[in-house]
Structures are given as structure tokens and as C-alpha cells.
């Protein structure tokens, strides 16, 4: 059975939005992750993604992160980092080509380094 979803925001210095994702990134539970992402938005701070956690991300969860991305990157003084990904959601990444493009590092402190 599949860990409870979950996406929680811790807000830390930079403004940057460090977001925990626990268990499965779907088209059912990336509403959740895209009102973390939009709380940022709007708050003008950059996004910190913690996957140590994540299970799993399906195209849909894929294409949230990257529009994030783009969103935050078109934006002064935001960015959006990725940690700590597990082997699957990393060779999930490698695959659709975004592993080269975001930043993606093995710990939060060098994602928050990234992203100050």
C-alpha cells in the first residue's frame, strides 16, 4: 500500500518555500503540490522540492514540476531546486530530459545553496 500523499511547506529565509513531497506524485494528488507551488507563487519565493520521500511521479506530476519550473526561473530573483530525489523519480528525470535542466542536488543545504 502506498504512503498518504502529502506536500508541506516550511517557509525559510531567501523567501524560499521548502516543500516535503511524501508518497505517490499522480494526477490525483498534484492538486496538492500545485496549491503548495501556488502559495509560493505568491508569496515571490523561491521553491525548495524535498523528494526524499517521494515514491513515485507520473507525467502528471512531471509537467507540474517542470511548468514550476519555468514559471519561477521567468520570474526575478526565484528559482526552483530539487533534493534528494529517490532512484525512480531521479531516472524519471534523466528520461524526460528535466535532470539537466533543474537544479537537482543530493541534500538541502546544497539545493538552499542553489537557490541563494
Do not use: K
Amino acid at each position: 500500500m502506498p504512503t498518504p500523499f502529502a506536500a508541506t511547506t516550511e517557509e525559510m529565509d531567501g523567501p524560499i518555500h521548502a516543500i516535503s513531497v511524501v508518497g505517490e506524485l499522480d494526477l490525483d494528488t498534484a492538486p496538492v503540490l500545485e496549491a503548495r507551488l501556488r502559495e509560493a507563487r505568491e508569496a515571490d519565493a523561491s521553491v525548495l522540492l524535498n523528494l526524499s520521500d517521494c515514491e513515485f511521479i507520473d507525467s502528471s506530476g512531471l509537467a507540474l514540476i517542470v511548468q514550476a519550473w519555468r514559471d519561477l526561473e521567468n520570474r526575478e530573483g526565484t528559482g526552483l531546486a530539487m533534493c534528494c530525489a529517490t532512484d525512480q523519480v531521479e531516472r524519471l528525470l534523466r528520461i524526460a530530459g528535466a535532470y539537466e535542466a533543474i537544479s537537482i542536488t543530493d541534500s538541502v543545504d546544497e539545493a538552499l545553496a542553489e537557490l541563494r
